[in-house]
């Protein structure tokens, strides 16, 4: 199975600031890779998709990006509503597998 | 809007079964891969199993192979998930969601997910 390393498990941070989650395979995944944030009591909700596309509706201060084996997402100007969990999933390979996600929390 | 709504979750003692339900509306059910995650309280997302658009091909996790059996009734636009032999490792928030943007030699990327479903295995 794949495995996908989230880095940091949490993040604290302050309205305006920038972040960035990193999220490492244990193979190749060519870009095949999604970024969901999830809040307290709702389902996950997908950002990013094949590494880098934003989905419709994401605010564009969300970013991915990709270089072989390591993926990261960037938030340029941290929002009120950013704070939030955030998962990596990979889907190259059966199983799906997601990393263990990074809780963005208010400094 | 597209939308789904799982339903059949509960309080089920260790061994016994459960079928969850995943209702789908506002898009083409019959031309999506669907999925089930679940998340046990405070915990990571966890894949749990794929069936292709037409039914013709299934993937589970290893935890529950030989234990649940993923489904699908194009017809009644709705997604199953028969869950025998339940574990307290079970216990776990379930949701559906459809696939997106995969192949046949890869699945794609998870939207939307359902607001979930809490199977809870307890004696």
């Known amino acids: 199975d794949i495995q996908m390393t989230q880095s940091p498990s949490t993040l604290s941070a302050s309205v305006g600031d920038r972040v960035t989650i990193t999220c490492r395979a244990s193979q190749s995944i060519s870009n095949w890779l999604a970024w969901y944030q999830q809040k307290p009591g709702r389902a996950p909700n997908l950002l990013i998709y094949k590494a880098s596309t934003l989905d419709s509706g994401v605010p564009s201060r969300f970013s991915g990006s990709a270089s072989g084996t390591e993926f990261t997402l960037t938030i340029s100007s941290l929002q009120p509503d950013d704070f939030a969990t955030y998962y990596c999933q990979q889907y190259n390979y059966y199983p799906i597998t997601f990393g263990q996600g990074t809780r963005l929390e208010i400094k | ?123």
């Open chain 2, 1 to 123: 809007q597209v939308q789904l709504v799982e339903s059949g979750g509960g309080v089920v003692q260790p061994g016994r079964s459960l079928r969850l339900s995943c209702a789908a509306s506002g898009f083409s059910f019959s031309s999506y891969g669907m999925h089930w995650v679940r998340q046990a309280p405070g915990k990571g997302l966890e894949w749990v199993a794929v069936i292709w658009y037409d039914g013709s091909n299934t993937y589970y996790t290893d935890s529950v192979k030989g234990r649940f059996t993923i489904s699908r009734d194009n017809s009644k636009n709705t997604l199953y998930l028969q869950m025998n032999s339940l574990r307290l490792e079970d216990t776990a928030l379930y949701y559906c969601a459809r696939d997106k943007g995969g192949l046949s030699t890869r699945p794609g990327w998870l939207d939307p997910w359902g607001q979930g479903t809490l199977v809870t295995v307890s004696s």
